[in-house]
């Protein structure tokens, strides 16, 4: 049953340096938020989990936070590079990170795997690729009946999964629609889960392709309104393509990524004064 | 490769490829599309001669409409209009390994002489690469699994090399029937479109070869260009000149999405 | 993609002697319609597959479909036994029929193979009970990452899934509301569809819980409106509960059988003809 | 056994089953209900001293709030208040089997000693069975994976049986620790719920004990309807009567569902 509580202490009670997290979001409701209230509560050691980590990955690599990602693809995406990604893989800065990677597909069905209680995944892939190479969860399997020869991923099954949603109802419920990506499987893989939301509704209108996380399944739900920007929340705000853009000198330079971070995230207090001090440098688009 | 003059008008190289790479997709085709080239390629597809192609997105949107060209997979702009939106498990399970998707579209960073790809790290060793490219994401099993597998890449002998720093995506592994024993469903890359022109694989060894020019190019920046000893095909053909209303529709496409990028 | 034709084409077209064909409802939108287009059309020797066999797979085992049942789940929800079932299992009546019984999970998980092109499926399941005994697709299966045995079961890959829905739009594209069970898996899982719809409208309203079956997963879109009488329409027409009581004693009787299958099934054109015949005798609730 | 009479009214031996059933659903908890004898007994629990609890149907609905009995466990009436209608793999795989469920909630056609459940066949062997009853359904994985079961059907020679036709879902297995061999999730069936009484697993040897006589019942007359040698607990007790509400809400329930039948 969801708890509806300030993120500060969703993060605080359910979030542990050590732990594995996934935050979850494909380009849309990338819970930034949360992430930067990990990020101020300064966790470390942390196995970031996430099929597209980026922006968000990049500032928590960054600073510190990460000792591990699993991964499919790491972007910028409609830019370029993760700098603070590179950096920390290619030149160990601010620490070396180890990788752990697969494909979209391979990630996709190993959450789906830990949201189903299951050990592993089978699908069609990796065979013939250098992945099986350099990641070692990736394994052989024949099939009992055909004797085919398929390849399995072991499940996925994060401490914590972390995303955003348009909505809450006063019960818990959260409702999410248009692209809704794997954050289902993130949240049904991971032992606890923190929903952050744009705002908390009396009762879900019908939408298209929307899902709906009932109470039962998670632990906690915050009102953050623009919780996912610079990332886009779909009936609510657009993606802010302009920050993108201008991340990339930022996370390009060890110096000006630890200005701004300090100034923007560490220096605030919450979300809400993040978006007052970026806006205050001309970062929020109108 | 610099622009070139028709008798209407000048266009680029990189319009060429694209208005090449378009006229590759068969109208009713569902197309798997990846970002970037593909994307631009794809949609003018459906914006000229095959409206009714369906444009299948990793993020789960089917049959996506996009009126300007989105910057990510993830676009909200791909779920405006799309016949479906489903989870990303049901779009790699149900839909691409299930082998409902015709053509896959991808780009590529470095390709070689059989169409494999790396998008994964290039120079040094895997752990400490030169480059650490973005990785794998929907490639391997667009690779796998698609019908059939068009890839897009401007052409240069960093981009076409000999031997890839890293296998991401099998197209025709070490040539003739080797893809096959893999045992994927997909058929494998028909065709590679470049700046330069276009490659197709040779029927028996599957060695991509040189078997059209696009007007400008030539034989020989063409094999400057690539990191192998190019093939050329004995009837290298030359591409037809993109039409005026090609030229159109993908700069109205671009122009649309340029404004969108700065408003929103 | 799908095209629109008449059900009495589409099974014409797509349905064969000797298919494995699930038609799939899970109480809810039942495509009665279209298995009685398959009577009247004389298939035989079908292999029958679905979850819960209830009154529309009694009536086909009765008229001599089927030669083989695969399902989890065989009778008449609320009211009692399936007697056609039970007595082409028992006794061999009006020919002898091999079963082939799973567990809900182990089909629905099947049929999720199925449409995602794997040979099998992973389950935990049927350890200590005496289903593996009597049900030769059931295998076990180990873990290649934790040594963990599991068990599997094949996939399900039916030459024809015949599903009935609300609604299709004029492309082919059908939208499904309420409970939509098993469906969406088993018109993936199958070579063919066919899809039988109350209407066709222009555009699809947002419904809570919808699902879409793009037009490109599909072959035949056939409107027959009450295509799911006796069973309901979620927002079109309820279930008609009196005629499932009424049937116990029809298909507890061979002669009583035959007699209501000239009369309402083999006896008319279509199920619009159908449903007149047998309000005609009180059986339709107004 | 018939009806009995206690201070306020005259109630049966089924409604003091279902009022003994409900009183075993805790608040809150999240509930897998089967059709029939259970979903009466959930329902009925909603009503009165737990309706926090969260009922789930195996065709997909999550925290159903029916305002009537449904028929089957995919009635309309199960979706329409739902918190959430999801598809049936993703009941079983992402809920039943992930471990979500706190009581799975079970009726049976025969069970024997160690909670071991049929609703396979009865007689014969299973290739030509006296009566084929209608099969698994969701029982086996609801049974292996529910942290907890509660069993409830009318007790009787035929249906309290020595040894089972057919074994369709797992109670204790063969008894002591046979069932954690198999490697189950679930801890197995915690209480079976009769028209006579209410029995427990013994701690040790995981026997079905009788535990608790309804008002009205006889040790002897419970002994006689047990196909085993039923085992007493030396601290037998016996059941509360049903309270008025409990009696009220039951019989409010029943009726209109009944109504609700006739007409719709």
Chains 1, 3 share one sequence.
Not at chain 1, 227 to 255: K, L, M, Q, T, V
Not at chain 1, 262 to 276: I, S
Not at chain 2, 90 to 106: H, K, M, P, S, T
Not at chain 2, 153 to 182: C, D, H, M, W
Request: hydrophobic share 40%.
């Amino acid at each position: 049953m969801a708890e509806i509580m300030e993120l500060g202490e969703a993060v605080e009670s359910l979030v542990s340096d050590g732990d594995s997290v996934a935050f979850e979001g494909f380009t849309h409701l990338i819970p930034f938020a949360a992430a930067h209230e990990v990020i101020r509560q300064g966790r470390r050691d942390l196995t970031l989990i996430r099929m597209t980590p980026d922006l968000v990955y990049d500032q928590m690599i960054g600073a510190g936070c990460a000792s591990k990602l699993i991964f499919s693809w790491g972007g910028n995406p409609g830019v370029g590079s993760l700098h603070r990604f590179r950096d920390a893989v290619e030149k160990g800065w601010p620490e070396s990170i180890e990788i752990e990677e697969h494909s979209h597909a391979g990630i996709a069905n190993r959450y789906v795997a830990g949201a189903s209680n299951l050990p592993f995944a089978v699908l069609r892939g990796y065979v013939g690729t250098d992945l099986p190479k350099v990641t070692s969860t990736i394994a052989p399997i024949t099939c009992p009946f055909t004797g085919e020869e398929l390849m399995a991923v072991p499940a996925l099954e994060p401490d914590v999964a972390v995303v955003h949603a348009q909505q809450a109802d006063r019960n818990g419920n959260v409702a999410m629609w248009g692209i809704t990506g794997i954050q289902k499987e993130a949240v049904f893989s991971a032992r606890r889960s923190i929903v952050t939301v744009e705002e908390i509704v009396d009762e879900f209108e019908p939408r298209p392709f929307q899902i709906v996380l009932p109470s039962i399944s998670l632990d906690a739900v915050s009102v953050v309104p623009n919780g996912a920007y610079p990332s886009y929340a779909h009936d609510y705000y657009p993606r802010d393509n302009a920050f993108y853009e201008a991340w990339d000198p930022i996370g390009r330079d060890r110096g000006k990524f630890e200005v701004w971070m300090a100034r923007h995230v560490f220096g605030v207090e919450d979300f809400a004064e993040h978006l007052r001090s970026i806006e205050a440098e001309g970062m929020v688009k109108e | 490769m610099s622009g070139t003059t028709n008798g209407n008008a000048t266009y680029t190289a990189d319009e060429m490829m694209s208005i090449a790479a378009s006229r590759e997709l068969r109208g009713g085709v569902v197309c798997f599309v990846g970002i970037g080239l593909p994307s631009e390629a794809a949609n003018l597809a459906r914006a000229t001669h095959a409206p009714e192609c369906s444009l299948i997105y990793e993020s789960g949107t089917i049959g996506a409409k996009p009126e300007v060209l989105p910057l990510s997979i993830g676009d909200g702009e791909l779920a405006e209009n799309a016949d479906s939106v489903v989870s990303v498990p049901e779009i790699f399970n149900y839909w691409l390994q299930a082998g409902r998707v015709d053509v896959g579209f991808l780009g590529a960073a470095q390709i070689d002489k059989f169409g494999n790809i790396n998008t994964t790290v290039i120079g040094g060793d895997y752990d400490e690469p030169k480059v650490r490219l973005p990785g794998a994401g929907g490639a391997p099993e667009i690779a796998a699994s698609a019908k059939e597998v068009i890839v897009m890449l401007r052409q240069s002998p960093r981009a076409f090399v000999e031997k890839l720093a890293f296998i991401t995506s099998v197209g025709y592994a070490t040539g003739g029937n080797s893809r096959e024993k893999l045992g994927y469903p997909g058929a494998g890359p028909s065709v590679v479109i470049t700046d330069f022109g276009i490659l197709r694989p040779d029927p028996e060894t599957k060695e991509l070869t040189l078997v059209g020019l696009h007007p400008g190019a030539t034989v020989e920046a063409a094999k400057e260009a690539t990191g192998w000893k190019l093939k050329i095909a004995d009837d290298l053909e030359t591409t037809y000149e993109p039409e005026e209303k090609e030229l159109q529709v993908l700069r109205d496409l671009k122009e649309r999405t340029e404004a969108a990028r700065k408003a929103g």
